[in-house]
Nanobody, 127 residues
Framework: QVQPVESGGGSVQAGGSLRLSCAAS????????VAWFRQAPGKEREGVAA????????SYADSVKGRFTISQDNAKNTVYLQMNSLKPEDTAMFYC????????????????????WGQGAQVTVSS
């Protein structure tokens, strides 16, 4: 099975940047959806961004459009989440998730579509 592993979390001040990485064998070498989710204490897990590994089409939550960018590096079987202009409300545990191989017009970061989940990376944004 695909076993995503997140890295790159940490603590930054508001307005700063972080880049999260999600790596797994065959993560980007198969046609699939890969997405980032986040969950703050006491809140539901919410979708942040998604990418289709065949062609690289992307989808973002309205709250992060213009600030976050999801991308892939096929040579490293890695998906990234570049986070700029971070806000305190971005503070959460961030999870990487992958679907089974599929063909689709577009990927969306909705939990029901994803089968393989990482253990999470903490992102803390202070003001």
């Amino acid at each position: 099975q695909v076993q995503p592993v997140e890295s790159g979390g940490g603590s930054v001040q508001a307005g700063g940047s972080l880049r999260l990485s999600c790596a797994a064998s065959a993560l980007t070498s198969r046609n699939r959806c890969v997405a980032w989710f986040r969950q703050a204490p006491g809140k539901e897990r919410e979708g942040v961004a998604a990418i289709y590994t065949s062609g690289g089409s992307t989808s973002y939550a309205d709250s992060v459009k213009g600030r976050f960018t999801i991308s892939q590096d096929n040579a490293k079987n890695t998906v990234y989440l570049q986070m700029n202009s971070l806000k305190p409300e971005d503070t959460a545990m961030f999870y990487c998730a992958a679907s089974v191989p599929l063909s689709t017009l577009a990927c969306r970061p909705t939990r029901d579509q994803y089968n393989y989940w990482g253990q999470g990376a903490q992102v803390t944004v202070s003001s």
